[in-house]
């Protein structure tokens, strides 16, 4: 099975090389993922100028890896477009969960989005970034389990899944629309002008069943998505 691994934090991130290295129990890798970091990119895609490929200068054991000047939804259409049996498109492991309302700007969702429009199954991998940096190996044994159901065992779609930092196990969710978490807080720079910052604030808790309440519950999160928006019941009402 040929997989295409990518992630909107850039190809230097130590999340791309664990969930590369994870895909190698399931199949051939690939890497191609952005030069730069494209976090909260949304499902952008550059349709002004060239995208250009080229070899990382970083290693990965055994996968080929390439770099883009491009947005993460730009890797999985090149990456796919080069290897046009890809299978499956896996996307992260990105620094900062994707739950809520936070998978609208997603850079590292919008990868598996991209995927799953190209006919191609997408899953979307995030774990919580703090102040230290993320323990891959604590999470690696539940996160293998995940990727296996996920790869393995379940039909074309596109699957988000996040991952606490001592998972103890799995748990398929819906996700959570209660509440948003962008707020802009505003501060001064040193040179004394006021500024702004688009950032997280902390929520009040998530109701049962969703993909924030599994995470704080020490539980990795699996939402599987679908991409057509309608909405269904005010549909139905114009067309009485
Ligand atoms: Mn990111």
């Not at 664990?18 to 129990?25: D, G």
């Not at 952008?44 to 000047?69: C, D, G, Q, W, Y």
């Not at 896996?90 to 997603?106: D, M, R, V």
Request: proline share 5%; with cysteine.
């Amino acid at each position: 099975m040929k997989i295409l691994v990518t992630n909107d934090d850039g190809i230097y991130s130590p999340g791309i090389a664990e969930l590369a290295r994870l895909a190698t129990r399931f199949g051939d890798v690939k890497i191609v993922a952005p030069d730069v970091e494209q976090s909260s990119v949304s499902h952008a895609i550059t349709h002004a100028r060239p995208l250009f490929l080229k070899s990382s200068n970083i290693k990965f054991e055994n996968i080929e890896a390439f770099r883009v000047n491009g947005t993460p939804a730009d890797c999985v259409s090149l990456g796919t477009h080069l290897d046009s049996n890809t299978e499956v498109v896996l996307s992260g492991i990105n620094y900062g969960f994707n739950i809520g309302n936070a998978i609208w700007h997603s850079g590292t969702l919008a990868a598996a989005k991209q995927a799953v429009l190209l006919g191609i199954k997408g899953i979307a991998c995030s774990t919580l970034a703090g102040k230290k940096e993320p323990d891959f190996e604590r999470m690696s044994d539940y996160l293998e389990k995940t990727l296996f159901q996920l790869i393995n065992h379940t039909e074309f779609g596109l699957y988000n899944v996040n991952i606490p930092p001592e998972p103890k196990g799995i748990c398929w969710t819906r996700q959570s629309v209660q509440f948003y978490d962008g707020r802009i807080v505003p501060g001064m720079d040193p040179m004394g002008r006021k500024h702004y910052w688009h950032t997280i604030v902390p929520l009040e808790p998530a109701e049962e069943g969703t993909d924030r309440w599994a995470v704080e519950q020490g539980y990795i999160s699996i939402t599987p998505l679908r991409l057509d928006l309608t909405n269904e019941a005010a549909l139905s009402k114009q067309l009485k």
